[in-house]
């Protein structure tokens, strides 16, 4: 499954998945394990309860987080998958680390996975946003560089670009998906008052 739009998508165990834009996935539910690879893009996950008590894994390619009854995102970059959990907890497991290279995230933490290891994670590439705020139809950052902004939201508006002059201005605020034409005429009025 492929998308260009947010989808929510029911689970056979109860839960939901939220699929962010430009996000594929491929959903297997009929082995020993309940299994979601995600392909490409991003997704939040409400798990729900299997009544044959198998493990739950989002897979991407650089390892896999299970979920510990929780609700958490993924988000697979260029350079790793980033993983934050809203609630319960979640197991990283690194494809090529040995076990002790994984971690385990509680609510409110976040890390960046790659096939060797993980990292806690802060802020992504000077990033400083909500990164779950999409779920909810808003993009929602604080001092984050205008072509940073403009390169997120293109994920719901299509292509954006910006004068390098003005590249690097900061951006703060909540932004609403469903009107990205709004956004982009609010920042043009932040930036020629």
């Keep these: 499954m492929c998308i260009r739009d947010r989808r929510r998508v029911a689970l056979p165990d109860g839960g939901t998945l939220v699929l962010n834009t430009e996000t594929a996935v491929d959903i297997d539910y009929g082995g020993p394990v309940r299994r ?10 409400i798990s729900g309860h299997d009544p044959l008590s198998r493990p739950l894994f989002v897979e991407t390619r650089d390892g896999r987080a299970q979920a510990l009854g929780t609700r958490y995102r993924v988000r697979q970059w260029d350079d790793g998958s980033e993983v934050a959990v809203d609630e319960g907890a979640v197991a990283l497991l690194p494809r090529d680390a040995a076990g002790e290279a994984g971690a385990t995230l509680r609510a409110g933490e976040s890390a960046r996975m790659t096939p060797q290891g993980v990292r806690a994670l802060v802020a992504v590439d000077g990033r400083v946003m909500d990164g779950g705020a999409w779920v909810e139809g808003a993009l929602s950052v604080r001092d984050m560089p205008l072509d940073a902004f403009l390169q997120e939201l293109s994920r719901y508006h299509g292509a954006i670009e910006c004068d390098p002059a003005v590249a690097r201005l900061p951006v703060s605020g909540v932004f609403q998906l469903d009107d990205t034409r709004k956004v982009l005429a609010l920042c043009c009025l932040l930036y020629t008052s």
Excluded: D, P, T
């Design 36 to 45: 979601i690879r995600l392909l490409a893009g991003e997704v939040y996950v």
